[in-house]
Structure formats: structure tokens, C-alpha cells
């Protein structure tokens, strides 16, 4: 069975780091596109990052480019999403999830993990 499992969230203040990690079981994670999503209290579900099967292709949302990074190692089945110069509103419940494609839409994602809480707050 397919299986998506999220970690590595947290409480980080303002300006700080976290990495997250989706580990796979049940499937060869290198035949899907992984992508990171998150939901804010009262806001709908917004795709973050996505990374193709083979990690040559990736991307994000204009609010983190530059901040932060996803990347994946396929050896060990976990994608990860290296989250730097964190802001407030990057506070919510951060979700991976698979797909045969590729991109940011959440209807395109049939396999979904069960999130992990993120809160960045002084």
C-alpha cells in the first residue's frame, strides 16, 4: 500500500530553519513527482514545491523561491524541503503528496501523507 509519511516540522521563530522530510513505502518513489503543499487555518490548500521523479526538474511558489529547497533522494525513498529565512505566514500544516504528472495543482495529487504542523511565531 501506498504510504506517504511527513516529519521534521515544528515551532521556529522568525528568520529560522526546519527540513522536512516525506518518506515513501509501498512504491519506487522515483516514478512520481512529489510535491509539498500547505493549508493555513480558514485557507485553502497551496502547492509549495514539486520535484520530477528523476529530481531534474522542480518548482515553487513566487512567495519561496529563494528560500527554500526541494530535493530528493530516491536511494532512500524521502523527498525533503529544506525551508530557510522562515516568515510568519509560511505557518500552517505542510502536506506531501504524489502524482504521475507534474506541477502544483492539488487535483493532480491522488496520494497524500497526513501533514505535519509548521508555526513560525516570535
Known amino acids: 500500500q501506498l504510504q506517504l509519511v511527513e516529519s521534521g516540522g515544528g515551532l521556529v521563530q522568525p528568520g529560522g530553519s526546519l527540513r522536512l522530510s516525506c518518506a515513501a513505502s509501498g512504491f519506487a518513489l522515483e516514478h512520481y513527482t512529489i510535491a509539498w503543499f500547505r493549508q493555513a487555518p480558514g485557507k485553502e490548500r497551496e502547492g509549495v514545491s514539486c520535484?520530477?521523479?528523476?529530481?531534474?526538474?522542480?518548482k515553487y511558489r513566487d512567495s519561496v523561491k529563494g528560500r527554500f529547497t526541494i530535493s530528493r533522494d530516491n536511494a532512500k525513498n524521502t523527498v525533503y524541503l529544506q525551508m530557510n529565512s522562515l516568515k510568519v505566514e509560511d505557518t500552517g500544516v505542510y502536506y506531501c503528496?504524489?502524482?504521475?504528472?507534474?506541477?502544483?495543482?492539488?487535483?493532480?495529487?491522488?496520494?497524500w501523507g497526513q501533514g505535519t504542523q509548521v508555526t513560525v511565531s516570535s
Open positions: 503528496a504524489a502524482t504521475e504528472g507534474f506541477g502544483l495543482a492539488t487535483t493532480w495529487y491522488d496520494h
Open positions: 520535484i520530477s521523479g528523476s529530481g531534474a526538474s522542480t
